[in-house]
């Protein structure tokens, strides 16, 4: 899943304003094998801004190592963000290891004490006087607005650095960096870096690797490929003296990869492919129906994943059950008995019968066996029927899956969704 | 999600020999939201040996920065791993880094040199002069044979702390790890330890907190309280200076938990709310239907996501649009004209109208504004109301959610499940 190639200047270039360091506190992420996935979404965020993370800590919840990870950070970063220990519990030291770090002393913002107070009343809450604490902070600090939980982030800069303090919960540190921190970093980078990610459907790494294979020698180009659950990304990193420089190399490679990539490109950074084929959808003016077996819905949490699907996307039927299969998918009960659930004839039997029932242009129909029980000889673990029906046209294929139930699940829906994008492109 | 606390004990309780640090080498390490996936596997192993991570750092290919990440470590642990940076070319600066952290100097071992050109030799691979770096190593290291790939490891015991410089490929640093390392760490900790994760459902962190305050003072015994998407875990580790002390405290901890936390605790270890739902219809001899709206399908996806989920789980409607809320999921087109999609009627609607149509004894109905459009001042975004049909009984609610798209449909999954596990509680 993680492999790669980069090109070497990656290491050699140093710009100064683009060195950032990651602190994440918190006992429970050393002790749990739990990954630290703050500390990957703000590495991706701020290499959009054209800053490198040099180093990430993860340290438990000690205020003399969390103090040293600071100064740490500060000796050799001109951005330090740190995620975790800003609660009001006794183990919460973040604060109060910023202040030890740098000689700083916190005061309380009374005014913010009453506004926490208000808004645990408005809830219903008690507010317990240690919740006070989340109202401290240096006097050279600022706050940064929470917009989805109760601590706020602090913000200063001591030194040369730029230090932020955000909550460990994801949802807000996310809310905050998007409102409230991107914009404070936003130009700080000296180089000018464009970075681009395209979103590839029905390749492999290593037939990806081979195809671009010069493009790794462009000028001022990083490419890095990454496998994911049947999705394989390219990451594009361009830089230049001037933004224009590292636009136009961007943009020159964006070029040169949609042309050989063709109609497995199927869309560039957040895009996902569920939202590839909705936009399709919408486009053409067609709307949707599925049938989901051993999916069990997945497909349509995808598809209703993307804001806006209900312009596209009417709905369908979890038939897990064979008797659901025909009492609400209108699957013929014949067909069930004849071939097995598992089956093309029934995928097909999913996918006509639903598009019927619903009303809609097309319709998607799986069925498989995902494990790890319920597999045989001639039905193994992984198999995994689908079909596609509308159009004028009616299409099925087979899957043979690797991987866990999870994973057979979630590449049984990514293929559904890239053949169902791949129809509808050919219009 | 990183909410937390422990028993102050955490940071007081430091017996000799069970502290580490885990330093991971890599530029690449930090580009991409690539993984330390190295760093989750030798916590786990260090746990085993009761040995606790109490910082962990990922830094790039830069000698000044690795030295300054080696000396923290030693500064706050008893075993150090770093792994990474031990290769032939010239961005791998991990053994040079430790003699300059530690004022060491390296000496190559010419006899292995010998050894390395040997198996070069044997495989038809040139043997460059760089390649001779890996065998450079302190005087007074050991080496740690390598039986998968070219780079040894490195062993050494400096001050009061262990140090081991391993490879950075998975493969070649756990062959290391198990035939060599593990020995030389094995009784270092002096303590066993027993571990369990308590999961609970309805419950905010501080309630739980407030009510276990006590066990927080119990001799040996460490507890984190985790937040996540609606979810509470109750992490615990008992520590005794035998197996069976350990082992003795975990239970009475868990014996006294399960007795406050009641109806609450639905789960231990890698138990999810959907399973632990499934056992319960099992155990009842009940099955299941859905209508979902809002949440697209992921309640039936979460449902399904649990092996042998057929037993008593049938399926459903995915009643996204409002005509298949009538159509299929038989909702009365009178109540969604008078109330609207998102309401108490309609959810009623779709949780009897899916049971009556699948012939099921329980029927869960889900509807409601997920965001981010959509959303008015008489329904907001995040308003879900649910109902849940059968065994005599109908009864609806409804939530007011923060967070975004996702966060929304996840939780009302949540209130889903644990309305349903509590009511086959109740049977």
């Known amino acids: 899943m993680f492999g790669g190639k980069q090109s070497p200047m990656n290491s050699r270039h140093n710009p100064s304003g683009n060195r950032a360091a990651l602190i994440a506190v918190g006992s429970e992420l050393l002790s749990l094998g739990r990954v630290d996935t703050n500390g990957v979404w703000i590495t991706e965020r701020l290499q959009r801004l054209g800053i490198d993370v040099r180093m990430r800590t993860i340290v438990d919840d000690d205020e003399v190592r969390i103090a040293q990870a600071l100064r740490a950070g500060v000796e050799h970063a001109d951005v330090l963000v740190v995620t975790g220990g800003l609660g009001p519990t006794d183990d919460d030291r973040t604060r109060e290891s910023l202040a030890a770090a740098f000689g700083l002393e916190l005061t309380r913002d009374e005014a913010l004490v009453e506004r926490l107070r208000g808004r645990f009343a408005e809830r219903g809450y008690p507010f317990h006087d240690e919740q006070a604490r989340q109202a401290d902070k240096p006097a050279s600090a600022e706050w940064l607005r929470n917009r989805v939980g109760v601590a706020p982030g602090v913000y200063l800069e001591h030194e040369a650095t730029r230090i932020a303090l955000l909550p460990g919960v994801p949802a807000e540190m996310k809310s905050i960096w998007e409102e409230e921190l991107a914009p404070r970093l936003t130009g700080l980078a000296g180089v000018a870096r464009r970075t681009a990610t395209l979103r590839v459907a029905g390749r492999t790494e290593s037939s990806v690797d081979r195809e671009i294979g010069d493009l790794y020698e462009a000028e001022g180009l990083e490419i890095t490929l990454l496998a994911g659950a049947g999705e394989l990304t390219v990451h594009l990193i361009a830089r230049g003296a001037a933004d224009e420089?590292?636009?136009?190399?961007?943009?020159?490679?964006?070029?040169?990869?949609?042309?050989?990539?063709?109609?497995?490109?199927?869309?560039?950074?957040?895009?996902?492919?569920?939202?590839?084929?909705?936009?399709?959808?919408?486009?053409?003016?067609?709307?949707?129906?599925?049938?989901?077996?051993?999916?069990?819905?997945?497909?349509?949490?995808?598809?209703?994943?993307?804001?806006?699907?209900?312009?596209?996307?009417?709905?369908?039927?979890?038939?897990?059950?064979?008797?659901?299969?025909?009492?609400?998918?209108?699957?013929?009960?014949?067909?069930?008995?004849?071939?097995?659930?598992?089956?093309?004839?029934?995928?097909?039997?999913?996918?006509?019968?639903?598009?019927?029932?619903?009303?809609?242009?097309?319709?998607?129909?799986?069925?498989?066996?995902?494990?790890?029980?319920?597999?045989?000889?001639?039905?193994?673990?992984?198999?995994?029927?689908?079909?596609?029906?509308?159009?004028?046209e009616e299409e099925a294929w087979h899957l043979n899956l690797p991987g866990d139930r999870d994973a057979v699940r979630r590449r049984a829906v990514f293929s559904a969704l890239d053949r169902l994008r791949r129809r509808l492109l050919q219009r």
Chains 1, 2 share one sequence.
């Open 245 to 392: 420089v590292a636009a136009q190399r961007l943009a020159s490679a964006k070029q040169r990869l949609t042309q050989r990539l063709g109609a497995d490109l199927f869309g560039e950074d957040d895009a996902s492919l569920a939202g590839a084929a909705g936009r399709l959808l919408a486009e053409s003016g067609l709307d949707l129906a599925v049938a989901e077996s051993c999916t069990g819905g997945l497909l349509g949490g995808a598809l209703t994943a993307v804001p806006g699907s209900s312009a596209w996307f009417k709905g369908g039927v979890i038939a897990y059950s064979n008797e659901l299969k025909v009492l609400l998918a209108g699957v013929d009960p014949d067909l069930l008995a004849a071939h097995g659930a598992v089956s093309e004839e029934v995928a097909r039997g999913l996918a006509s019968g639903v598009r019927a029932r619903a009303g809609a242009d097309l319709g998607i129909g799986i069925t498989g066996v995902a494990g790890p029980g319920g597999g045989t000889a001639e039905k193994p673990v992984g198999l995994v029927h689908l079909a596609l029906s509308g159009g004028g």
